[in-house]
C-alpha cells in the first residue's frame, strides 16, 4: 500500500533520473549524437548475457540525470537475430522512460519503418531528425511539426554533428519522460490480416491473464512475422504449441491468399502507411541533377577497373602513413622511458635497494611495459585510419568492389569487412562476421581472419624491419601483410571445398552517403582503443613481464636471462623444432611462447630477456642472434601462428564450441611452421643469409 | 508481359518497377526492411554486367549481390 502510493509520487513529481535508448538505422549519426549527449561520460561493456557491446552515458542537465543508453543499429525491430532483439528487449524489459530515434531526413520513408514498429510497441519516443540540411541541400524539405501532429509523437531537428538542437532534444526527452500518454496511431494491415491478428490476440489473451494491453497487439504481429525473441518469451508457456500451430496455420493462409510471404505482405502495409505520410510532410523540389562531386568521386571508387587499384593504393597508403606518422611520436616516447628508466634507478641505488628488486624494476617492468608502451602511437593511428575509412562511407565501398573476387574464394563482399576490421585487431574483425547470415560463411570468415596481421603484431615487425632492414622498413612490413592476405585467400578456398558448398549468405549491403568523419567520434574511438592497449599493458603484459623476469632470474644463483635459467632451460627444449626455421635460439621459443597471451608479449619479451646484456639495446642484441633471412622466417611465423588467447576465446564466444578454437590453434601453426620453412630454407637455396 | 526481367538485364538509370521476388525468406524480408518488395519502384544506378549491382530503394544506395539481383524481376516504367 505504502510502496504503491510512494510509486505514484514518484510518478507525480518531475523524474531526477531518467533512462534513454538511442536507436536509428545505421549511418544517421547516432554514435555522433551519442558522443555530443554524453561527452567524455561513457562506460563500454556488454549487453548482460550477450556478445554484444552495450555503451551506455551520462548527462546531468539542470539537475535531471540522464542515462543514455546506445542501442545497436539496425534497419528494423523485427528480432531475426540476437544483436536486433536488443532493442526490443530494452525497450520491453528495461522500460526506458524515453527511446529517441534518431531519423535520417535524407532517407525518411525508410527510417519511418521502424518508427512504426516503434510506435506498435508502445515506445515512449522522441523522433530526432538529423541532417536536415543536407536533405534540404538535395531539395527535400521535411515538415516536422506535420510529422509530429500525424504520429502523435514528438519531433525535434538535431544538427548532432554540429551539435545543433541538443537542448531543445533534451527537453523533449525530459518532457516526455513526464509524460505517459502513448501515441496511439494503430496501423490497420487490411481486412484479412486484422482477422487473422484478432484471432491470434484473442487466443493469448484467453489463456494469458497476465499480458498486457499493449503487449498483446505486439507480440501478436511479432508472431506473424516469426521474431525470435517473442518465441524465446513464449516458449515456457503451456498454450506454446497450440499458439505456435495457430500462427503458422494463419501464416500460411495469409500467404496463399495474397500470393507472397509474410514479410512483403507487412513491408507493403507498413509502406503503404509511410508513402501517405511522407507525402504530406515531404516537399519535393525539382533536384539540379548535376552531379556533385561525391558522386564524381563515388563513380571512380566503385569503378569496375579503377576500384580494386585505388583500394589497394588506398590499403598501401594507409600502412606508409601509419609509420611515418608515428615515427617520431614513438622516438619520443621512447626516451621518455629511458628517461624514466634512468630516474627510477637512481632513486633505486640511492635507496639501496636489494639488487632484485632494481633487476624487476628495470628488466621486468620497464623493459617489458614500457617497451610496449612505445608502440601507442602506432596502434592509435592505425585504429584512427580505420575508424576514418569505416564512418566515411568508404569501407562499405570496399566490400561492394571486393565482392567480385571474394566470391572467387567463396565468400562475398561483405566478408571483406571483417578482415579489414582484422588489420586492427582480430577481435572486432571476428565479432563483425555476425553480419554475415550463414553459419559457414561465419565460420570460414572467422577461421581465415586470424591471418589479418592485426596492430599487437605489428610492433613486432616494427623492431625486427628497425633492426635488419631499416632501408626497406614499409616494404618489408607491406610484404607480410600481402602474405597474410593471401595465406587467408587460399585457407578460405580449401575451407570452402571442405566445409560446405551451400549456398551463399546474400550480399546486401547500404552504402551510405560519403561523410566527413566527426573528429570527436574519431578521438573517442581512438581513445577506447588506446586504453585498452595500455589496460593490456598495466596486466597482463605486465604479469608476463614479471613472470618472464622470474623465469629469467631463477632459479637462484644463475646469472639473469642466461642458458642456465628457467627460460633458457624451457627455450632449450623447444628450440630444435624452430631450428630449422632459421631461429633455434632459446630466447625466440620463450618470446614465442609467451606471445601466445599477446603478440606484444613478444617484445617485452625479448626486451626482459636480452636486458640482461648491459648496455646493448634490444636492437644490437638481436642482430647478434638473428640474420635479415631468419628475421623475416621469424616474422612470417608470428604472422601466421596461434593467434592470441583473446581471439581464441572469442572464436569460442562466436562459434560456440571449443572445438574451432583449438583446431585453429593446430592449423594456425602447422601454416606458420611450414611458410617459415618454405622461406627459410628458399632463401638460403637464393643465396640470401 | 516480355518486358519482365530480371534486375541484372537492366542498364544504369532504368527506372523498374518490381514484379516479383523470387529469393530464400531471409533475403526478402532484409529486402523489405529497406523498402525492396513487390511493387516498389527502385531505379538501377551501375549495373557492370560483373560482380553486384547499385539500386536506389527509396533514397538510399543499396549494393546487391548479382546472384540476389538474378532472383528479383521488374518491368521498366
Given at each position: 500500500?505504502?510502496?504503491?502510493?510512494?510509486?505514484?509520487?514518484?510518478?507525480?513529481?518531475?523524474?531526477?533520473?531518467?533512462?534513454?535508448?538511442?536507436?536509428?538505422?545505421?549511418?544517421?549519426?547516432?554514435?555522433?549524437?551519442?558522443?555530443?549527449?554524453?561527452?567524455?561520460?561513457?562506460?563500454?561493456?556488454?549487453?548482460?548475457?550477450?556478445?554484444?557491446?552495450?555503451?551506455?552515458?551520462?548527462?546531468?542537465?539542470?539537475?535531471?540525470?540522464?542515462?543514455?543508453?546506445?542501442?545497436?543499429?539496425?534497419?528494423?525491430?523485427?528480432?531475426?537475430?540476437?544483436?536486433?532483439?536488443?532493442?526490443?528487449?530494452?525497450?520491453?524489459?528495461?522500460?526506458?522512460?524515453?527511446?529517441?530515434?534518431?531519423?535520417?531526413?535524407?532517407?525518411?520513408?525508410?527510417?519511418?519503418?521502424?518508427?512504426?514498429?516503434?510506435?506498435?510497441?508502445?515506445?515512449?519516443?522522441?523522433?530526432?531528425?538529423?541532417?536536415?540540411?543536407?536533405?534540404?541541400?538535395?531539395?527535400?524539405?521535411?515538415?516536422?511539426?506535420?510529422?509530429?501532429?500525424?504520429?502523435?509523437?514528438?519531433?525535434?531537428?538535431?544538427?548532432?554533428?554540429?551539435?545543433?538542437?541538443?537542448?531543445?532534444?533534451?527537453?523533449?526527452?525530459?518532457?516526455?519522460?513526464?509524460?505517459?500518454?502513448?501515441?496511439?496511431?494503430?496501423?490497420?494491415?487490411?481486412?484479412?490480416?486484422?482477422?487473422?491478428?484478432?484471432?491470434?490476440?484473442?487466443?493469448?489473451?484467453?489463456?494469458?491473464?497476465?499480458?498486457?494491453?499493449?503487449?498483446?497487439?505486439?507480440?501478436?504481429?511479432?508472431?506473424?512475422?516469426?521474431d525470435i525473441r517473442v518465441d524465446q518469451k513464449l516458449i515456457k508457456k503451456t498454450y506454446y504449441i497450440e499458439?505456435?500451430?495457430?500462427?503458422?496455420?494463419?501464416?500460411?493462409?495469409?500467404?496463399?491468399?495474397?500470393?507472397?510471404?509474410?514479410?512483403?505482405?507487412?513491408?507493403?502495409?507498413?509502406?503503404?502507411?509511410?508513402?501517405?505520410?511522407?507525402?504530406?510532410?515531404?516537399?519535393?523540389?525539382?533536384?539540379?541533377?548535376?552531379?556533385?562531386?561525391?558522386?564524381?568521386?563515388?563513380?571512380?571508387?566503385?569503378?569496375?577497373?579503377?576500384?580494386?587499384?585505388?583500394?589497394?593504393?588506398?590499403?598501401?597508403?594507409?600502412?606508409?602513413?601509419?609509420?611515418?606518422?608515428?615515427?617520431?611520436?614513438?622516438?619520443?616516447?621512447?626516451?621518455?622511458?629511458?628517461?624514466?628508466?634512468?630516474?627510477?634507478?637512481?632513486?633505486?641505488?640511492?635507496?639501496?635497494?636489494?639488487?632484485?628488486?632494481?633487476?624487476?624494476?628495470?628488466?621486468?617492468?620497464?623493459?617489458?611495459?614500457?617497451?610496449?608502451?612505445?608502440?601507442?602511437?602506432?596502434?592509435?593511428?592505425?585504429?584512427?585510419?580505420?575508424?576514418?575509412?569505416?564512418?566515411?562511407?568508404?569501407?562499405?565501398?570496399?566490400?561492394?568492389?571486393?565482392?567480385?573476387?571474394?566470391?572467387?574464394?567463396?565468400?562475398?563482399?561483405?566478408?571483406?569487412?571483417?578482415?579489414?576490421?582484422?588489420?586492427?585487431?582480430?577481435?572486432?574483425?571476428?565479432?563483425?562476421?555476425?553480419?554475415?547470415?550463414?553459419?559457414?560463411?561465419?565460420?570460414?570468415?572467422?577461421?581465415?581472419?586470424?591471418?589479418?596481421?592485426?596492430?599487437a603484431r605489428l610492433p613486432v615487425y616494427v623492431l625486427f624491419t628497425g633492426a635488419f632492414f631499416s632501408a626497406?622498413?614499409?616494404?618489408?612490413?607491406?610484404?607480410?601483410?600481402?602474405?597474410?592476405?593471401?595465406?587467408?585467400?587460399?585457407?578460405?578456398?580449401?575451407?570452402?571445398?571442405?566445409?560446405?558448398?551451400?549456398?551463399?549468405?546474400?550480399?546486401?549491403?547500404?552504402?551510405?552517403?560519403?561523410?566527413?568523419?566527426?573528429?570527436?567520434?574519431?578521438?573517442?574511438?581512438?581513445?577506447?582503443?588506446?586504453?585498452?592497449?595500455?589496460?593490456?599493458?598495466?596486466?597482463?603484459?605486465?604479469?608476463?613481464?614479471?613472470?618472464?623476469?622470474?623465469?629469467?632470474?631463477?632459479?637462484?644463483?644463475?646469472?639473469?636471462?642466461?642458458?642456465?635459467?628457467?627460460?633458457?632451460?624451457?627455450?632449450?627444449?623447444?628450440?630444435?623444432?624452430?631450428?630449422?626455421?632459421?631461429?633455434?635460439?632459446?630466447?625466440?621459443?620463450?618470446?614465442?611462447?609467451?606471445?601466445?597471451?599477446?603478440?606484444?608479449?613478444?617484445?617485452?619479451?625479448?626486451?626482459?630477456?636480452?636486458?640482461?646484456?648491459?648496455?646493448?639495446?634490444?636492437?644490437?642484441?638481436?642482430?647478434?642472434?638473428?640474420?635479415?633471412?631468419?628475421?623475416?622466417?621469424?616474422?612470417?611465423?608470428?604472422?601466421?601462428?596461434?593467434?592470441?588467447?583473446?581471439?581464441?576465446?572469442?572464436?569460442?564466444?562466436?562459434?560456440?564450441?571449443?572445438?574451432?578454437?583449438?583446431?585453429?590453434?593446430?592449423?594456425?601453426?602447422?601454416?606458420?611452421?611450414?611458410?617459415?620453412?618454405?622461406?627459410?630454407?628458399?632463401?638460403?637455396?637464393?643465396?640470401?643469409? | 508481359?516480355?518486358?519482365?526481367?530480371?534486375?541484372?538485364?537492366?542498364?544504369?538509370?532504368?527506372?523498374?518497377?518490381?514484379?516479383?521476388?523470387?529469393?530464400?525468406?531471409?533475403?526478402?524480408?532484409?529486402?523489405?526492411?529497406?523498402?525492396?518488395?513487390?511493387?516498389?519502384?527502385?531505379?538501377?544506378?551501375?549495373?557492370?554486367?560483373?560482380?553486384?549491382?547499385?539500386?536506389?530503394?527509396?533514397?538510399?544506395?543499396?549494393?546487391?549481390?548479382?546472384?540476389?539481383?538474378?532472383?528479383?524481376?521488374?518491368?521498366?516504367?
Amino acid at each position: 500500500m505504502l510502496w504503491a502510493e510512494a510509486k505514484q509520487k514518484k510518478y507525480m513529481e518531475k523524474k531526477s533520473n531518467i533512462k534513454v535508448g538511442l536507436t536509428g538505422n545505421p549511418n544517421v549519426g547516432k554514435s555522433t549524437l551519442f558522443n555530443a549527449l554524453t561527452k567524455s561520460k561513457q562506460h563500454v561493456g556488454n549487453w548482460p548475457g550477450k556478445t554484444v557491446e552495450k555503451k551506455d552515458g551520462y548527462l546531468n542537465y539542470n539537475g535531471t540525470k540522464i542515462q543514455f543508453v546506445d542501442l545497436p543499429g539496425s534497419y528494423s525491430l523485427t528480432a531475426y537475430t540476437q544483436e536486433e532483439a536488443i532493442t526490443t528487449t530494452f525497450v520491453l524489459e528495461e522500460t526506458p522512460d524515453v527511446v529517441v530515434q534518431i531519423v535520417d531526413a535524407q532517407n525518411l520513408e525508410r527510417n519511418l519503418f521502424m518508427t512504426i514498429q516503434l510506435i506498435e510497441m508502445s515506445a515512449p519516443l522522441v523522433l530526432a531528425v538529423n541532417l536536415d540540411d543536407l536533405a534540404r541541400k538535395e531539395g527535400r524539405v521535411v515538415d516536422t511539426k506535420k510529422l509530429s501532429l500525424l504520429l502523435n509523437t514528438p519531433v525535434v531537428v538535431i544538427d548532432a554533428r554540429h551539435k545543433k538542437g541538443i537542448d531543445t532534444l533534451i527537453e523533449a526527452i525530459i518532457k516526455k519522460s513526464g509524460n505517459k500518454n502513448k501515441s496511439k496511431i494503430k496501423l490497420t494491415y487490411g481486412a484479412e490480416v486484422n482477422e487473422k491478428v484478432q484471432k491470434i490476440r484473442n487466443f493469448i489473451a484467453k489463456n494469458d491473464k497476465q499480458m498486457r494491453e499493449n503487449e498483446l497487439d505486439w507480440i501478436t504481429i511479432k508472431l506473424l512475422e516469426g521474431d525470435i525473441r517473442v518465441d524465446q518469451k513464449l516458449i515456457k508457456k503451456t498454450y506454446y504449441i497450440e499458439l505456435k500451430s495457430l500462427t503458422e496455420k494463419s501464416v500460411s493462409h495469409l500467404e496463399t491468399v495474397f500470393g507472397k510471404d509474410i514479410h512483403n505482405i507487412l513491408a507493403n502495409t507498413r509502406y503503404g502507411f509511410i508513402k501517405g505520410l511522407s507525402t504530406q510532410v515531404i516537399k519535393c523540389r525539382k533536384n539540379s541533377g548535376k552531379r556533385n562531386f561525391a558522386q564524381t568521386v563515388d563513380c571512380l571508387l566503385t569503378n569496375k577497373f579503377l576500384g580494386i587499384p585505388i583500394f589497394l593504393i588506398v590499403a598501401w597508403l594507409m600502412f606508409q602513413s601509419t609509420f611515418t606518422l608515428s615515427e617520431p611520436l614513438m622516438g619520443l616516447m621512447e626516451s621518455l622511458f629511458i628517461y624514466i628508466g634512468n630516474h627510477i634507478s637512481v632513486v633505486l641505488e640511492s635507496i639501496q635497494s636489494p639488487y632484485w628488486i632494481n633487476s624487476l624494476v628495470i628488466d621486468g617492468i620497464i623493459g617489458g611495459v614500457g617497451g610496449i608502451l612505445t608502440f601507442i602511437p602506432i596502434i592509435g593511428i592505425l585504429f584512427l585510419i580505420i575508424a576514418i575509412l569505416e564512418d566515411s562511407g568508404y569501407m562499405a565501398r570496399v566490400a561492394y568492389v571486393m565482392d567480385k573476387s571474394m566470391q572467387k574464394i567463396g565468400l562475398q563482399g561483405k566478408a571483406f569487412i571483417p578482415m579489414m576490421l582484422g588489420f586492427g585487431c582480430n577481435v572486432p574483425g571476428i565479432m563483425a562476421t555476425r553480419a554475415l547470415e550463414t553459419k559457414s560463411d561465419r565460420l570460414l570468415t572467422i577461421l581465415i581472419n586470424p591471418f589479418m596481421s592485426c596492430g599487437a603484431r605489428l610492433p613486432v615487425y616494427v623492431l625486427f624491419t628497425g633492426a635488419f632492414f631499416s632501408a626497406y622498413q614499409g616494404w618489408i612490413i607491406f610484404s607480410l601483410y600481402i602474405l597474410g592476405v593471401l595465406i587467408a585467400i587460399i585457407m578460405g578456398f580449401v575451407f570452402r571445398k571442405i566445409l560446405s558448398k551451400k549456398s551463399l549468405s546474400p550480399f546486401v549491403i547500404e552504402l551510405p552517403p560519403y561523410r566527413w568523419p566527426s573528429i570527436t567520434g574519431l578521438l573517442i574511438h581512438v581513445w577506447e582503443k588506446i586504453w585498452l592497449f595500455i589496460k593490456k599493458a598495466g596486466t597482463v603484459i605486465l604479469a608476463f613481464s614479471i613472470i618472464i623476469w622470474a623465469l629469467a632470474s631463477f632459479p637462484a644463483g644463475v646469472d639473469y636471462g642466461t642458458r642456465e635459467s628457467f627460460a633458457g632451460q624451457i627455450g632449450e627444449t623447444i628450440a630444435p623444432v624452430f631450428k630449422p626455421l632459421g631461429f633455434g635460439n632459446w630466447q625466440s621459443s620463450v618470446a614465442l611462447i609467451s606471445g601466445f597471451t599477446a603478440k606484444e608479449v613478444i617484445i617485452s619479451t625479448f626486451g626482459t630477456i636480452y636486458n640482461a646484456e648491459e648496455g646493448s639495446s634490444l636492437e644490437v642484441a638481436l642482430k647478434n642472434n638473428f640474420t635479415p633471412l631468419s628475421a623475416y622466417s621469424f616474422m612470417v611465423f608470428i604472422l601466421l601462428y596461434v593467434p592470441c588467447v583473446a581471439v581464441l576465446a572469442v572464436v569460442k564466444r562466436e562459434t560456440n564450441s571449443w572445438k574451432w578454437p583449438i583446431f585453429m590453434v593446430f592449423y594456425t601453426t602447422l601454416i606458420a611452421w611450414t611458410m617459415s620453412f618454405i622461406v627459410y630454407r628458399g632463401g638460403i637455396l637464393f643465396g640470401f643469409v | 508481359m516480355n518486358l519482365e526481367k530480371a534486375l541484372p538485364d537492366f542498364n544504369d538509370g532504368e527506372k523498374i518497377k518490381v514484379v516479383s521476388v523470387n529469393c530464400g525468406r531471409n533475403l526478402s524480408r532484409r529486402l523489405c526492411d529497406l523498402g525492396l518488395f513487390e511493387g516498389t519502384e527502385i531505379e538501377i544506378l551501375k549495373n557492370d554486367n560483373f560482380g553486384p549491382i547499385i539500386i536506389k530503394i527509396l533514397n538510399s544506395k543499396i549494393a546487391l549481390g548479382r546472384g540476389e539481383a538474378e532472383k528479383i524481376y521488374g518491368e521498366k516504367i
